[in-house]
């Protein structure tokens, strides 16, 4: 198990809040950030932080997720890709209503992690 140091964090000093984000890891395998801001109550920038610490220390896969607009309500994707293949080129096929998008103001992005190990956060003075 890898541990991940949050004690930059000041929200995640506090082992309640520590705690909560404990959980969430055990039971989710995909995390994104509104999901982190969600269940410890952090702001989202926390949220973005610890989503790209798992990536950063290898304990998750990042994948860009592409949500062509019309389809937020509830949100489904019309392209999942690995974060290092980094955002899509214009124009592409939606794969939900195969119209073509053709600018980026037709879409949304959104980063989810995808744990391949288990992880604790901790916080602790260095
Ligand atoms: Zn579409």
Known sequence: MKQINLYNLTYFNNQAHL??????????????IHDIAIATGCE???????????????VAEMFLIVYHNKHLD????????KFLEGFPQFPFTCSVCEEEVVSSAQVTYEFMASLKETVEFISEKK
């Open 19 to 32: 705690n909560k984000l404990n959980r969430l890891i055990q039971i989710r395998e995909k995390l994104m």
């Open 44 to 58: 989202f920038q926390d949220a973005a932080i610890i989503l790209f610490y798992l990536y950063n220390y290898y």
């Open 74 to 81: 509830p949100p489904v994707p019309s392209l999942v890709r």
